[in-house]
């Protein structure tokens, strides 16, 4: 206990600390250098044995050291840029779709100075923020007017609450989706203030279920979209033609929840089919909701299109303020939208249909290119080699069509499952981490999305 005491009284005052590390006030500020300094002097008399072993010659650089430690850890930021080589392009944890360089440099040119967002440059007062979509959003959906909020749940939950509060909506149990985080169709619907009424069985609804469900109090039909799972075998559903025109027979609007919200169509570009937002208008829809950041390859954010008379009513109900985007989801998403005015460079230009279109040929030819390089870094402790493999669309889309890739399959010279478990977190701690999957005793890099190869290889020859 004495020989704690005397370390203690070793230690330097938070004064002689400053002095010693004048140069990180210069760059944190003396508040946060100090608040830093005192946190690592708290720390060292909490832990005696630890400052038992310390030189205490060098106790005082080596708290400044830490001290300058702690603060650069701490500025780094925690959302960083990494390599998707999981096979499923796009992935809701990170972060779903790549956004194109014309999106990127829209949101740079609005989030750097004052913009006329709200403001009508022609008549000098304020403006509606969707009037920078709208207007070509309209002409790609084959609509009458849309608004945008922030993502495709806030576009349901604000349809609903609008239309359907305290009235009743059926919907096939079929369709009584699960989507990513554990949120549920059921529970958005109870959120908007709606009564649900689940028709039909889980693989089989028919016409004269949603008949039998309609009432005076029903506010709509509504269908949403199977996009991350599909019921095969015994199965009969209703489509859109058919609910559409019971819909408007009984005086209702018809709602579609299309999810991944595709604009273009996928087999013209050898993928495969997955309705449109024009087709499902044309089916009848008075509304359709879908994802800004899925298939539509744009910024995060949920969007509304159809009938003006109820695009304006959702417009005007409160709730639409606490859901709508900002400036910067805007820019992005209106520079995603004219790139679907050229549909013969899309695959080009928009990174999400250029990932979903890349040739299996090509991803093969860069996998036999890298594999060299890849296998030296991480000798001898790994074994390299290219695999053939199947790359997923992702976030829910096309749940059962996959497209074929191929990737590097690294496996431990000593064929422990250990080894693969630390080269996991190992590319996970490199300077732009690399996510993988782990697959049969073996750790897998898909490449259909590596696009930047040379960035990719150089951190892990720096890294060895």
């Known amino acids: ?161 609008t239309l359907a509060t305290g009235l009743e909506v059926p919907v096939s149990r079929g369709e009584l989706v699960e989507i990513g985080g554990s949120f549920r169709i059921p529970e958005i619907m109870q959120s908007s203030g709606c009564v649900l009424v689940e028709v039909g069985t889980t693989n089989r609804t028919h016409l004269k279920d949603y008949k039998n469900a309609v009432n005076d109090r029903t506010a709509l039909l509504l269908k949403v979209h199977a996009s991350n799972y599909q019921i095969q075998g015994f199965t009969r559903s209703v489509t859109e033609t058919e609910l559409a025109q019971l819909a408007h027979e009984c005086g209702l609007p018809f709602v579609v929840d299309l999810g991944s919200g595709n604009l273009v169509d996928f087999p013209a570009f050898n993928l495969p089919d997955e309705p449109t937002v024009a087709h499902t208008v044309r089916s009848g829809a008075d509304i359709v909701t879908f994802s800004g950041d899925k298939l539509l390859g744009g910024p995060q954010c949920g969007i509304i299109a159809g009938k003006r008379e109820l695009i304006t009513r959702f417009k005007k109900n409160p709730m639409k303020r606490a859901l709508r985007v900002d400036k910067m989801t805007l820019a992005a998403l209106l520079e995603v939208f004219r790139l679907y005015q050229d549909p013969s460079r899309l695959a080009e230009k928009l990174p999400t249909l250029a990932f979903l279109t890349r040739p299996a040929a090509e991803i093969r030819t860069q996998a036999e290119r890298i594999a060299p390089r890849v296998a030296e870094a991480l000798a001898p402790r790994y074994e390299v080699a290219v695999s053939e493999c199947h790359s997923q669309v992702g976030s829910g889309a096309l749940p059962v069509d996959t497209l074929p890739s191929y990737g590097l399959r690294i496996s431990a010279a000593d064929e422990s499952d250990e080894a693969i478990r630390q080269l996991a977190e190992s590319m996970r701690r490199l300077a732009v981490p690399v996510i993988g999957r782990i697959n049969k005793g073996a750790y897998f890099l898909d490449l259909r999305c590596l696009d930047r190869e040379e960035e990719f290889i150089a951190q892990l020859e720096q890294s060895k």
Not at 87 to 95: A, E, I, K, Q
Not at 116 to 131: A, C, I, K, P, Q
Request: proline share 2%; hydrophobic share 40%; charged share 20%.
């Open 1 to 161: 206990m004495n020989s704690d005491k005397q370390h203690l009284r070793s230690l330097p005052s938070v004064d002689r600390v400053l002095r010693e590390a004048g140069h990180l006030a210069e760059r944190w500020g003396h508040e946060r250098v100090t608040a830093a300094i005192r946190n690592e002097l708290e720390q060292m008399r909490n832990n005696p044995e630890a400052l038992n072993t310390a030189d205490k010659t060098s106790l005082l650089s080596h708290v400044a050291a830490a001290v300058e430690t702690e603060l650069e850890n701490a500025a780094q930021s925690s959302l960083v840029s990494v390599f998707n080589l999981t096979g499923t392009v796009l992935h809701t944890n990170l972060g779903r779709a790549s956004l194109p360089e014309e999106a990127l440099q829209a949101v740079q040119v609005v989030a750097r100075s004052p913009s006329n967002l709200e403001y009508d440059l022609e008549t000098g007062v304020r403006g509606d923020r969707d009037s920078h979509v709208e207007r070509l959003l309209c002409q790609l959906c084959d609509v009458e007017a849309a608004t945008v909020v922030n993502n495709n749940a806030a576009a349901v939950l604000l349809v609903l609450n």
